[in-house]
């Protein structure tokens, strides 16, 4: 299944690990301009910081990827940063830990655990969707299986997006694309073929 995940709305977390303070902040892009642009922000607003190290993912099939340790040790931060966000497959989102030195070095271990932990702390308390590769159909029937077919639709893994009733109704709904044949055919058989489908696109589709 195509999928990717994205950070929703913008968040900031804090961990002190050895009295230096790890200020994470996940923002949600559209491209790397806008990654870039939402970096020089953050620098400015932490200018006093020892570190603003960064990595983000700015396309839905993880071939654009950028990442800096800001002067930390090569390999101990951005790469690690990144990685997490790698693994779980969060896209179009920047992630930007900031860190004040707080006496105590960490060592390259210590940096590479401290940065990830940033992240992975920063994730858990974000508001993280799954978008899906899927079809988007119009289907119309009449209103006595409309109930029953809403019902299939979303039985089957998909997402109903509009219901709009006229001499018929038409429901405008999303399903996974690997479901969509199964979907198709389920209904043909419920409405013994009496059902229209209308192909509207294709794109990725948050299900929540």
């Keep these: 299944m195509k999928s990717y ?107 590479v655990g401290a940065y990830t932990d940033s992240v992975v702390s920063a994730l858990q308390k974000a508001d993280i969707r799954t978008f899906i590769y899927s079809i988007v159909e119009n289907a119309e029937i009449s209103y006595s299986i409309a109930p029953k077919v809403s019902q299939i639709i979303i039985e089957l893994g998909g997402k109903i997006i509009s219901t709009t009733y006229d001499q018929n109704v038409c429901i405008n709904y999303a399903v996974p694309e690997e479901n969509s044949s199964v979907l198709k055919d389920k209904l043909i058989d419920f409405c013994a073929g009496k059902i229209t489908f209308e192909f509207k696109y294709k794109d990725f589709v948050d299900y929540v």
């Design 5 to 111: 995940k994205q950070v929703i709305t913008p968040i900031e977390s804090e961990l002190i690990i050895k009295k230096s303070r790890f200020i994470t902040n996940l923002i949600p892009i559209e491209n790397s301009e806008q990654a870039d642009k939402e970096l020089k922000r953050i620098c400015k607003k932490y200018s006093d910081a020892t570190h603003n190290c960064y990595a983000y993912i700015s396309n839905i099939i993880a071939t654009e990827q950028r990442f800096s340790d800001d002067g930390e040790p090569q390999g101990t931060a951005g790469i690690p940063m990144l990685e997490v966000i790698k693994k779980r497959e969060v896209y179009l989102t920047l992630v930007v830990v900031t860190r004040y030195f707080g006496g105590i070095k960490l060592g390259a271990s210590g940096l």
